[in-house]
């Protein structure tokens, strides 16, 4: 089973700041690697799939890069509705695995 | 439109069994893959099964043996048997179609409770 692993836990931003998330495989996913936006009592949300093409209706300012098993999650500019809990996951093999999760929360 | 919806879920005592479903609409299940995700409370996501077009389907190791995911192309829909439940299988669960790789539909979940 491939393990993914995100870092930081939580990340405490302002509105208009840029985050950067880190996604990390312990073997390699080519560019198998999407990215989900969780908001409090709702299902997870496709953002980024192929590790940087954006999902129909996702807003420009997030983005992915990576391959291999270094990925990244940037958001430009936080707008008050990306507060939430952002995860990566694994599409190389079944199972199918994410990471433990980001919180982004407000500073 | 594309639409999901999970049904079934409920409060049970360990080693009971319940059978969880999921309708789709705005596209037609025997053509993708589906998968069920569930998310145990406050934790993360977890891939439970899947089933392909080809009617392959595959398990996480903590249920296999115990749940069976299976299809009905004349309902367009997927269900989840689930037998022999466990503390540990206490979690939302959601249903949402596997377009290679990627959960791009999900339904609003299910939960299913598993307590004495």
């Known amino acids: 089973e491939i393990v993914m692993t995100q870092s930081p836990a939580t990340l405490s931003v302002s509105p208009g700041e840029r985050a950067t998330l880190s996604c990390r495989a312990s073997q390699s996913v080519s560019s198998n690697l999407a990215w989900y936006q969780q908001k409090v009592g709702q299902a997870p949300r496709l953002l980024i799939y192929g590790a940087s093409t954006r999902a129909t209706g996702i807003p420009a300012r997030f983005s992915g890069s990576g391959s291999g098993t270094e990925f990244t999650l940037t958001i430009s500019s936080l707008q008050s509705e990306d507060f939430a809990v952002y995860y990566c996951?694994?599409?190389?093999?079944?199972?199918?695995?994410f990471g433990q999760g980001t919180k982004v929360e407000i500073k | 439109e594309v639409q999901v919806v999970e049904s079934g879920g409920g409060l049970l005592q360990p080693g009971g069994s319940l059978r969880l479903s999921c309708a789709a609409s705005g596209f037609t299940v025997s053509t993708t893959s589906m998968t069920w995700v569930r998310q145990a409370p406050g934790k993360g996501l977890e891939c439970v099964s899947i089933?392909?077009?080809?009617?392959?389907?595959y398990y996480a190791d903590s249920v296999r043996g115990r749940f069976i995911i299976s299809r009905d192309n004349s309902k367009n829909s997927i269900f989840l048997q689930m037998n022999s439940l466990r503390d540990e299988d206490t979690a939302v669960y959601y249903c949402?179609?596997?377009?290679?790789?990627?959960?791009?539909?999900w339904g609003q979940g299910t939960l299913v409770t598993v307590s004495s």
């Open positions: 949402a179609r596997d377009y290679g790789g990627l959960l791009d539909y």
């Open positions: 089933i392909h077009s080809s009617y392959a389907t």
């Open positions: 996951q694994q599409s190389e093999n079944w199972p199918r695995t």
